[in-house]
């Protein structure tokens, strides 16, 4: 990336609540406040549109036409309101500056005050199908191999429990205006939460997972492919910290089931192995041992367990904080009860490992 002081920076913000008609003025003013080689343009040679918009934030292509017929696109990305209870926006944009620099997502162009503008990846992006389809599998293992290969300055230690527990103590002292919500929201025990939170803590602490600058949120919306090229990009990096590497695979492989948290399409032990050999040997997936293979594949389904935990209780500050039309109560619930119909399953997998390989 450029040096810091070639990013700009604009104090406006921008409603993210008004509809796109509304929404363009406001983003052609935001672009010729950051970029002085636009402010003498017509409205007119400016185009916005909406690439996508997930439960936290709102992606805008804008397309700008300067005097001489020649167009440049660029991306702008807005911040769901509230999202600072959940997001540490000081780690994203320094993690943004070295992982651009390291060839991954787009380019950091400019910040404002609720989101920033980015270089445009001339790609499209993942549905829910497409992330089981073998070649994109490999492509994405590949990838997140190389992802997890990025030195990040600062801290090294795993966020996961930390950030658990910053996100427990928030979503156990909530209270709601609305009494649906509020009795919906009381029967919730977080005695139970927090129990299912230690025990799990402390059986993946016997594990020698490695620690790598994680995604965190691999989910298809934060990945991009160019079908042309077969070229994948991994976006987005809100959620982006130091983080255990059987999270952020397990994390990836509980996104196949989407929103609606169809959990019947997580992916087979087949797809999985698929994935694990080419994320471990990228040129040469098929000369990767079983047995590491396999230790991959417990590590993932263990840690995936925590990847429910962690979005449960997310969704429990979201839907006090978030005002976007989601149910994020009713999510909590799926997540939760995911975790409960596969904690036995996998508990049971990663003690039987450890039984073999020895591990107290």
Same mark, same amino acid.
């Given at each position: 990336m450029a040096a810091d002081e070639a990013l700009r920076h604009s104090s406006l913000t921008v409603d993210t609540h008004l509809p796109l008609p509304e929404l363009k003025p406001h983003i052609i003013r935001l672009c010729k406040d950051l970029f002085n080689k636009w402010s003498g343009l017509n409205e007119s040679r400016f185009a916005v549109e909406r690439i996508s918009g997930g439960i936290t934030n709102l992606l805008l292509k804008v397309s700008i036409m300067d005097e001489n017929g020649n167009v440049e696109s660029f991306a702008v990305r807005l911040y769901g309101p509230n999202t600072e209870y959940v997001i540490n926006r000081e780690r994203e944009l320094l993690a943004i500056k070295h992982l651009s620099a390291a060839g991954f997502g787009a380019k950091l162009l400019g910040v404002f005050g609720n989101g920033m503008v980015q270089s445009f990846i001339n790609a499209r992006t993942l549905n829910h199908p497409d992330m089981r389809v073998p070649e994109l599998a490999a492509a994405i293992a590949k990838e997140l191999k190389q992802f997890h290969q990025v030195e990040i300055p600062g801290s090294k230690d795993p966020q996961l429990w930390n950030d658990m527990l910053k996100f427990f103590q928030k979503a156990s002292a909530l209270s709601f205006d609305e009494n649906?919500?509020?009795?919906?929201?009381?029967?919730?025990? *977080? %005695?139970?939460?927090?129990?299912?939170? =230690?025990?799990?803590?402390?059986?993946?602490?016997?594990?020698? /997972?490695?620690? &790598?600058?994680?995604?965190?949120?691999?989910?298809?919306?934060?990945?991009?492919?160019?079908?042309?090229?077969?070229?994948?990009?991994?976006?987005?990096?809100?959620?982006?910290?130091?983080?255990?590497?059987?999270?952020?695979?397990?994390?990836?492989?509980?996104?196949?089931?989407?929103?609606?948290?169809?959990?019947?399409?997580?992916?087979?032990?087949?797809?999985?192995?698929?994935? *694990? %050999?080419?994320?471990?040997?990228?040129? =040469?997936?098929?000369?990767?041992?079983?047995?590491?293979?396999? /230790?991959?594949? &417990?590590?993932?389904?263990?840690?995936?367990?925590?990847?429910?935990?962690?979005?449960?209780?997310w969704s429990l500050i979201q839907a006090k904080m978030s005002p976007i039309d989601f149910d994020y109560l009713g999510y909590f619930f799926l997540r939760y009860n995911e975790y409960k119909v596969r904690k036995k399953e996998c508990t049971d997998l990663a003690e039987s490992y450890f039984t073999r390989s020895g591990t107290k």
């Open positions: 649906e919500k509020q009795k919906t929201y009381e029967t919730i025990s *977080f %005695k139970e939460l927090q129990s299912e939170i =230690k025990e799990l803590q402390e059986l993946t602490s016997r594990f020698d /997972a490695p620690v &790598v600058f994680a995604h965190n949120d691999l989910l298809c919306g934060n990945i991009m492919v160019n079908d042309d090229e077969g070229k994948v990009y991994l976006i987005d990096f809100e959620y982006g910290s130091y983080n255990y590497r059987g999270f952020d695979i397990g994390n990836h492989f509980n996104e196949y089931a989407g929103y609606e948290c169809d959990y019947s399409l997580y992916p087979t032990k087949e797809e999985q192995y698929h994935f *694990f %050999k080419h994320y471990l040997n990228p040129r =040469k997936p098929d000369e990767v041992p079983n047995k590491e293979v396999e /230790a991959l594949y &417990v590590e993932t389904n263990t840690y995936m367990l925590a990847s429910h935990l962690y979005w449960a209780l």
